[in-house]
């Protein structure tokens, strides 16, 4: 059993509407001789007011050099170099900063040919301090107890 809804949507079909602004003979259509319609005003947010573009900075380009600056610096906070984003400190975890520049390395080498200069020299530059900051780091930080 259908019901009368379902009979009205199959009996239906569909409705052509010609939206061209010319007609076969290259006249112009008479809704559309004004020329289109003017695009929709911005909306105006008074100053101090506040809008969607004073709450939020504008959304950073994602891209292969944001991401390997994103991974050293996750590095740097790991090696004790920079502050935690989250909580501030300055802690040290060498076995997370070892596998970040490890993942760097990785990068650096599948995409051997496939990057332009600027980001190859990004990521050899990044990959030679990290590892620089690393080895200093383990000679700082005291062997553990005795084994």
Do not use: W
Not at 64 to 86: D, K, N, R
Not at 121 to 139: F, G
């Amino acid at each position: 059993m259908s019901s009368h809804g379902e009979e009205t949507e199959r009996n239906r079909g569909f409705r052509v509407e010609d939206r061209r602004r010319f007609s076969e003979t290259g006249d112009p259509r008479p809704e559309h001789e004004a020329g289109p319609p003017p695009p929709p005003a911005p909306e105006a947010h008074p100053p101090g007011a506040e809008g969607p573009s004073s709450e939020a900075p504008a959304p950073f380009e994602m891209n292969f050099s944001t991401f390997v600056l994103s991974l050293s610096t996750q590095a740097l906070a790991h090696l004790g170099e920079i502050p935690h984003p989250v909580d501030g400190r300055m802690t040290v975890d060498l076995a997370a900063a070892k596998q970040l520049i490890d993942i760097l390395g990785i990068l650096e080498q599948k995409t051997t040919g496939n990057l332009d200069a600027s980001e190859a020299s990004l990521l050899e530059h990044v990959l030679y301090d990290l590892r620089i900051k690393y080895v200093e780091c383990v000679r700082r930080t005291p062997p553990a107890g005795p084994r």
